[in-house]
Nanobody, 124 residues
Framework: QLQLVESGGALVQPGGSLRLSCAAV????????IGWFRQAPGKEREGVSC????????DYADSVKGRFTISRDNAKNTVYLQMNSLMPEDTAIYYC?????????????????WGEGTLVTVSS
């Protein structure tokens, strides 16, 4: 059964860092583009970052450029999201998602499989 499991969410102070992980179970991870998305209370889900199947192509939302870095380790079937200089507006549930294409996308409608999410709270 195909599954995505996020981890790494926590409470962190403004200016702090977190690394989220997305572990894939039950499918050949190498051929799937992976995206990170987030949903803040009362807001729509939005794309944060994505990475192609090979890892050669990445993309970021303007709001996180220069602060977040996406990477993947296909040998471990895991994608990471390194988040630095966190701000209160980064508070949200973070989801990873996979698409049946190796191309990178942050369009929620392009994704085929979703994890359950991990909560990131940025607060002093």
């Amino acid at each position: 059964q195909l599954q995505l499991v996020e981890s790494g969410g926590a409470l962190v102070q403004p200016g702090g860092s977190l690394r989220l992980s997305c572990a894939a179970v039950g499918f050949n991870f190498n051929y799937y583009g992976i995206g990170w998305f987030r949903q803040a209370p009362g807001k729509e889900r939005e794309g944060v970052s994505c990475i192609s199947g090979s890892g050669g192509r990445t993309d970021y939302a303007d709001s996180v450029k220069g602060r977040f870095t996406i990477s993947r380790d296909n040998a471990k079937n895991t994608v990471y999201l390194q988040m630095n200089s966190l701000m209160p507006e980064d508070t949200a549930i973070y989801y990873c998602a996979a698409r049946r294409s190796s191309f990178c996308s942050t369009d929620i409608y392009a994704m085929d499989y979703w994890g359950e999410g991990t909560l990131v709270t940025v607060s002093s």
